[in-house]
């Protein structure tokens, strides 16, 4: 045999060795796997977070072929595939390993878009289940901010004495952002995860009297950046540029810190928010789809 097999290895309760094996295949492409990236580190560092993840990757020999993970109730995440011309082949191989251990109640999934779609014809092929694109994103990335003018107001973090706003904002926030899937989370469960992990943390924006006028949230480290988000205004405060102000201030906190890159994900079906991010110096890296399934009996 001119080479070694490929295999599909999971990772039973081991996120270090994961992260081990995962993170140099990521970290070719770090904006494209952000959150992949920062869920293994999650995973490492804060592992009550997200209890019974599901961890595996594709490879032959040592060389890693594709990622896959997921941290229920969520969807499965993918990662890129360079390896095109083996794309089926592999997916296939994470959606057989998936259905053995989930059968037919994996919600949905997440990734690349060639990638995505390869993964729902398999999955339908394997199951029977129908499926229904949620959202068409975009992947941002800024190493330089760009800050716009004159908008009024400051930054401040956010702490407990914010909670029930943040929870109510939040709730809106996944109400209107993702009006027709189905929500395993709400405000009070992200709000609990914010304040457990001193690696997230929420800032919001102030008009001078004072008042919020703006949430954004970080979280998701990887080894050079972070992810920003959610972004959230709500609606009888937009149009004034205090989302802007707040994740152009925000991000150049975190550059400040160290981080080389921050990082976002931004619904293609909103122009205004892909077109405020660039104007503050965040750069199209490459676009992700999200799926969610549908079991045969729900099936019309």
Not at 115 to 126: I, P, S, Y
């Amino acid at each position: 045999m001119g080479g070694e097999a490929m295999h599909l290895t999971r990772y039973r309760a081991n996120p270090a060795a994961f992260a081990r094996r995962a993170e140099p295949y990521l970290l070719a492409r770090e904006a494209e796997h952000c959150l992949q990236l920062g869920l293994c580190s999650s995973l490492v560092h804060t592992p009550a977070e997200y209890p019974d993840p599901y961890l595996a990757l594709v490879a032959e020999g040592e060389h890693v072929l594709a990622v896959a993970l997921r941290t229920p109730p969520f969807n499965l995440t993918l990662s890129h595939i360079s390896d095109t011309a083996r794309l089926p082949e592999i997916v296939a191989a994470i959606a057989t390993d998936t259905h053995a251990l989930y059968g037919e109640m994996l919600p949905g999934v997440t990734g690349p878009v060639e990638v995505c779609r390869a993964f729902v014809a398999e999955w339908r092929r394997l199951t029977g289940c129908g499926s229904r694109i949620i959202l068409r994103e975009r992947i941002y990335q800024l190493d330089t901010v760009i800050p716009p003018e004159d908008v009024p107001g400051s930054m401040r973090r956010g702490g407990e004495a914010d909670r029930a706003l943040l929870e109510a904002w939040l709730d809106a926030f996944m109400a209107e952002a993702l009006p027709d899937s189905v929500r395993e989370d709400n405000g009070a469960a992200w709000v609990a995860r914010l304040f457990a992990s001193p690696r997230r943390a929420a800032y919001l924006w102030e008009d001078p009297s004072g008042r919020p006028v703006a949430l954004a949230a970080y979280g998701s480290p990887t080894p050079s950046g972070i992810r920003i988000g959610p972004v959230y205004t709500p609606p009888e405060h937009r149009k004034r540029g205090y989302a802007s102000a707040l994740v152009a201030a925000l991000s150049q906190s975190l550059l400040d810190s160290g981080r080389r890159f921050c990082f976002l994900f931004t619904n293609l079906a909103n122009p205004t928010s892909n077109a405020i991010y660039q104007a503050i110096g965040y750069r199209p890296v490459s676009d992700v789809e999200v799926y969610a399934f549908i079991q045969v009996e729900t099936e019309k």
